[in-house]
């Protein structure tokens, strides 16, 4: 089992509606989760730390499972900006990057 | 300037040159890392800084080799490359004295090897 998975899409998603997407990890220890978007050809940024108790960011919602070792990101009324790789980044001492799942917001 | 700065932005070289890539933060962090990301890949960290000390060295070819002079300031030296070493390469910068999760980038430099 690969050590931070996700599914690569694309997600192709209509202007307004919500999607959301997990990531899979495969270290029981692992500490602390955060999910980073990249829009094409420009660096990471991080969008949210995603904290045991789940938090929330306007329009997007993390949570994390930890018997399921998973994380989720929920976005809600998408917007066309929205359009990015989104990056689960796993942190267990060492700090392991997804590879990323592509979003399409459609007009 | 603010936040993480890289040059060059784009660079091409042969592979017996020789060339350095240059990262600055202005956040006043303390952790500095370099990153590959290749096509279809994930970002792969290569290297990390803390306090100007190398903390992790990522089974990086010797061909790439990092300098860190000040907590605000990493070079990756390179010689020597090979075609498969085109990427972006990617620079971040985080607080706290381990590696951390939340790193803020640079825009990166995308290199060719020719």
């Known amino acids: 089992r690969k050590e931070v998975e996700q599914d690569p899409g694309p997600f192709n998603v209509p202007e307004g509606a919500t999607v959301a997407f997990n990531c899979t990890y495969s270290?029981?220890?692992?500490?602390?989760f955060f999910w980073y978007r990249q829009d094409c050809r420009k660096e990471p940024k991080l969008l949210m730390s995603?904290?045991?108790s789940g938090n929330e960011d306007g329009r997007f919602t993390a949570q994390l499972n930890r018997a399921s070792q998973y994380i989720s990101l929920l976005i809600r009324d998408s917007k066309l900006s929205d359009s990015a790789t989104y990056l689960c980044?796993?942190?267990?001492?060492?700090?392991?990057f997804g590879k990323g799942t592509r979003l399409h917001i459609l007009p | 300037e603010t936040g993480v700065t890289q040059t060059p932005r784009h660079l091409v070289m042969g592979m017996t040159n020789k060339k350095s890539l240059k990262c600055e933060q202005h956040?006043?962090?303390?952790?500095m890392y370099w990153y590959k990301q290749s096509a279809k890949k994930p970002l792969e960290l290569m290297f990390v800084?803390?306090?100007?000390?190398?903390?992790e060295n990522n089974s990086v070819p010797s061909r790439f080799s990092p300098e860190c002079p000040n907590s605000s300031h990493l070079f990756l030296h390179l010689h020597t490359l090979q075609p498969e070493d085109s990427a972006l390469y990617l620079c971040?910068?985080?607080?706290?004295?381990?590696?951390?999760?939340?790193?803020?980038f640079g825009p990166g430099t995308r290199l060719t090897v020719t």
């Open positions: 270290n029981s220890a692992s500490q602390s």
């Open positions: 956040l006043g962090h303390n952790a």
């Open positions: 800084y803390n306090f100007k000390e190398q903390t």
């Open positions: 971040a910068s985080s607080q706290a004295g381990t590696e951390n999760g939340e790193q803020y």
């Open positions: 980044v796993v942190q267990e001492g060492k700090i392991i």
């Open positions: 995603v904290y045991s």
